[in-house]
């Protein structure tokens, strides 16, 4: 395949479009680190080999999606094409490796990874793949997210269920003390009101309800319910105040205890047990997202050129939650450029590496929009 590179001007900081790199990989990237822009610096070559040259310590945050295992053949061949699956999660945990490497200590790792079937039978990639990575990387990981892509593609299978999720793992390289922003991917909370005079939280949580609970309670004792009373008061200023968006009250042999009966199991338990209510507050900057993520695969991105690119929106979470503004992004299988894409809507820098020259030429068309 003719290469479409055009060799660097990358030291310049004033804006044009990201120009494609092929060689000399270390020195653009220690350029790139010092400009100002945001706009991507995009390496073309097998991940491996490019990953090498990256300084250690050097990215704040990856993301990416590898191909899949034995499903489609990207330009220039790369990986996924292993005709042993054990091949290709040891090729993968290699270049992951190397990820682990260029990533700072407080870095965070996002890893994309769909599942395929072998005569069949489901493989179980993902797992194995994540397992390989903890137990022989030592990669902790934080969460196994959920991504329902809500409709399942072409299925003419007659005897299994439509596949309509993929594994987004979050992998950490040390358990405390990673960069985390949690406030800046919370929902935005609903407001509590006033309603003659009372306070009603977001959720029409007045108080009236649990008063009247407490009141005709056969199972609290006169100085629990006065102590049930006071809380509730509280409460209800904090809510006032704007300090907690909402609450619920849990009262002995009124509500189940939320985790578990078992006093031995739950400390809400006990505490139901030795002062019978407890609250839970809800956070006043919203609610964090769940791990399962409801997005619907896009399809703006030309796939008479490209198969799998993923949403934008499927980058947004990662990147504001474990990326600094400011901070560098790396996704080491770019294709068509979604998590660059992203991290420069969200002031981020970003790297992008690919073995395809032609899916860079579209990363750089599509970037290029943004600058
Ligand atoms: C699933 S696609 C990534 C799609 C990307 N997330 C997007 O939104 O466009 C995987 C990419 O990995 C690239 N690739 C395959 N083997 C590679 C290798 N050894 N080194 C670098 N890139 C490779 C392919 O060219 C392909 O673009």
């Known amino acids: ?45 097998d991940a491996m080999m490019v990953l090498k040259e990256l300084p250690a310590d050097s990215i704040d945050c990856a993301m990416t999606s590898p191909p899949y295992w034995g499903k489609r053949e990207y330009e220039n061949g790369g990986i996924g094409l292993e005709a042993d699956y054990r091949d290709y999660v040891r090729d993968l945990a ?46 902790i990981l934080r969460n196994s997210v959920i991504w329902n892509k809500v409709k399942s593609g072409m299925d003419n299978t007659k005897d299994r269920l439509g596949n309509v999720h993929e594994n987004i793992f979050h992998f950490v390289k040390q358990a405390k003390g990673y960069y985390y922003n949690a406030d800046a991917i919370r929902s935005k909370p609903r407001e509590a009101k006033v309603v003659n005079g009372a306070v009603v939280s977001a959720t029409g949580v007045s108080g009236v309800r649990y008063k009247r609970q407490i009141e005709l309670s056969t199972d609290l004792s006169e100085a629990e319910k006065r102590e049930a009373f006071r809380g509730l008061d509280m409460m209800l200023a904090d809510v006032g105040a704007g300090k907690i968006s909402d609450f619920r009250m849990i ?13 031995k199991l739950s400390g809400r338990a006990k505490e139901l047990r030795d002062k019978g209510f407890y609250f839970l507050r809800y956070h006043p900057n919203g609610s964090k997202p769940s791990d399962v993520w409801d997005i619907i695969p896009e399809d703006t991105q030309g796939r008479e050129s490209h198969f799998a690119p993923y949403p934008v929106d499927l980058c947004c979470i990662p990147i504001l939650a474990a990326c600094p503004e400011g901070g560098i992004v790396l ?41």
């Open 1 to 45: 395949m003719a290469r479409s590179v055009l060799e660097a001007e990358h030291s310049q900081a004033a804006p044009c479009p990201p120009s494609v790199i092929a060689t000399g990989y270390y020195r653009a990237f220690r350029d790139y680190a010092r400009e100002r822009t945001c706009r991507p610096l995009l390496l073309q070559g």
């Open 331 to 371: 996704d080491p299988f770019c294709g068509t450029g979604t998590t660059l894409f992203a991290a420069r809507n969200l002031n981020r820098k970003s790297v992008g590496i690919d073995i395809s020259g032609q899916y860079l030429a579209h990363t750089q068309e599509r970037c290029a929009s943004l600058l």
């Open 94 to 139: 290699t270049i992951f490796g190397e990820v682990k490497r260029v990533l700072k200590t407080e870095g965070s790792f996002w890893l994309n990874i769909g599942d395929t079937y072998e005569n069949k039978g489901l493989v179980g990639i993902p797992w194995r793949l994540a397992f390989e990575l903890t137990d022989t990387q030592g990669w």
């Open 251 to 263: 009262i002995r042999a009124q509500q189940r205890a939320t985790h578990s009966d078992s006093e």
